[in-house]
């Protein structure tokens, strides 16, 4: 039991997640952050982003995570370590790490399958690829911002009549996604096991993977999403340790994947994420539900040498789950604008419209046996 | 005419790429380069990479030039620089630049139109967006590597019969294409109009997109290139400043493009590549003959309100010409295997076979009016 007040809520020592805070590295305990550099002799800590400290590896990660708890659980530590608390309001809370490379995936069966009903309903929803490749592509790392940053509608072209419009996106969209953060890098030439994910991948962040449908549907063939998705990608304040979290079984696949795909133990993690529309809860996508899983995901990302770096982010793609209502896009959830989403404050929705707020949350099975709260991730929609 | 010995050749007062040697700062000059730091008191400088001194802008760009060509050309300063002087023989040429985001075009349209010949024989070879949109995607940033580098051939999945198989490329390819380096970055929600090409861009390098079209074949729907050319992308060593080279003019567009995507003075660079296959030229594609430029590829890139920051590298796509020994990539070369080319050694090629070794090479018209040659970009295939 930590000695902090509010640490017997949500933000408990169970949780932890790492932040920067007004610059400095902070975890979070209750409504306040503790900074880390103040109370770790550890060069790493001194630092804007964690980076330095995701490259240090697994056993440093442990042994801060261990000292911290202890620092915050034994009242012998209190005189030394209160002076470094300090709340959390009023503080600005920047992209936690530098990223290197984004990927984005394409993960869940029930989302594909929403698509390809979508755009190609005479044909079977899934390409027969996909059961058989962890689909992604890279994304643009330089647009990652953090949670609460505004999203301009992005201008592109889209298919019109004879030839092309230029205007604002009308179809603006979200992706609710969780996303994994490199810590530990490898080699170019190297690959990194389906079993070797926790040695690689430090913690979890909510990603919202805002989507201009109108901008991508025109221009994607045959070189994937690019405008479309290039404008903004909004990441969480908070990483989640993976420490912090429980692993639950995950989907059986079928047809048998390649070797370097088969798991020995094929695990997951078991977040419930929300998405809140203008303050109505519109959906509850289900992480554990995805196909691929994040360790496939890696060892797919690097099975052709590519390395990894240190802050590197890679998102799941969509989290959908079957019903509608655990759908993880606009354009599943109004299925293509013909069935509009009512809004608690009555009135109805599509796609995004100027001044509309989402924000994604989640909550996880933690380690400890009480479940995690992870950082939110919101964003709202400018002209 | 510049007092050093060597430099009435094609590396003269008129070239002047950047680079980084040892560690440091570089121009070339001749056989030799000159440490940078040492003769000039910019503190953008005295850095690994060239990105700080590209941040600074064109007059700083501009400043540094002249000021360079002043130091090598005055007999006056001869006794003070000479001694910052050295061989360039020895010396360990890095990645130049820390690269943002890397994105690559599509922009020949005789490169597209084989493609499309290729893979889709009983379809237009051109998909309907390809004339209004310089077509593009992200590629891999961290797998950006500097010419010399050697490539392992990367393993993946490709087609099989009933099943795909696992295994090293079968058919491992090139691309021979030109790079454009962002040197001053833009604010995300802004964009960069078509006109303002040369207050961003600091440079061209070659590059040559290394790709495995077995695996990119099988994973590219519907989302893109990924793991085909995640695994390894190389560029020259040497930065050629813009400054360095000529403008010629581009072809004309058919159908007229949107207007953010039209141009007031339509122009391009007038570079010459050469692709060298273990030894022997192979094929000699115009860069200027491209359909879309630079110019337009940076205002598509950005119109969505996607920043650029200095380090962004983005690519022209594979350079092809009009005949088939202009053609950027051994998928055209060899007509995608059907008919292989023949090497001075008597052998024969379709794709890459492990030890095979490609170098590009390229000339352009120069602001001086002598032609520039650009640094090469070299790597040898391993198993």
């Known amino acids: 039991m930590s000695w902090v007040a509010g640490a017997d809520g949500p933000w408990g020592t169970h949780n932890l997640p790492y932040g920067v805070a007004d610059g400095r590295i902070v975890v979070r305990i209750g409504d306040q952050v503790l900074d880390l550099q103040s109370v770790l002799a550890l060069e790493a800590l001194r630092s804007s982003t964690l980076n330095d400290f995701m490259a240090l590896g697994p056993d440093a990660w442990r042994a801060v995570r261990e000292r911290v708890v202890e620092l915050l659980t034994d009242e012998q530590h209190r005189e030394t370590v209160e002076p470094h608390l300090s709340p959390l309001a009023g503080k600005t809370l920047t992209l936690p790490f530098a990223v290197g490379d984004y990927v984005d995936f394409y993960s869940s069966e029930d989302h594909a399958t929403n698509v390809g009903k979508l755009f190609r309903p005479d044909s079977p929803p899934l390409y027969p690829n996909w059961k058989h490749i962890p689909i992604g592509y890279h994304g643009r790392s330089g647009t990652v911002v953090v949670t609460g940053t505004e999203v301009k509608r992005p201008s592109g072209q889209r298919k019109g009549e004879a030839a092309p419009v230029f205007g604002p996106s009308v179809r603006l969209d979200i992706e609710a996604e969780v996303g994994f953060v490199v810590g530990v890098p490898s080699a170019m030439g190297d690959t990194v096991g389906v079993d070797d994910f926790a040695a690689h991948v430090f913690g979890v962040v909510l990603v919202n993977d805002w989507s201009a449908r109108d901008i991508q549907a025109w221009e994607y063939v045959p070189l994937g ?28 696949q079928d047809p048998e994947v390649l070797p370097y795909l088969a798991e020995s133990d094929r695990s997951t993690y078991g977040i419930d994420l929300e998405v809140d529309w ?16 994040p360790a496939q995901q890696l060892a797919h990302m690097t099975v052709n040498g590519a390395s990894v770096r240190t802050g590197d982010l890679f998102a799941s793609g969509t989290v959908s789950g079957p019903r509608r209502d655990q759908t993880g896009s606009f354009l599943e959830l109004s299925w293509s604008g013909a069935d509009p989403v009512k809004l608690e404050d009555g009135s109805e929705r599509t796609f995004l419209l100027d001044g509309d707020t989402v924000t994604l949350t989640a909550t996880a099975p933690g380690s400890t046996g009480r479940p995690v709260v992870l950082g939110e991730v919101t964003g ?4």
Chains 1, 2 share one sequence.
């Open 225 to 252: 999403p690019f405008l479309g998705k290039s404008f903004a990608t909004s990441v969480s304040a908070w990483v989640t340790p993976l420490a912090a979290l429980a692993t639950v079984p995950a989907p059986a």
């Open 278 to 293: 203008n303050g109505t809860v519109v959906s509850r996508p289900p992480f554990a539900g995805m196909y691929w899983t």
């Open 380 to 383: 709202t929609v400018t002209g």
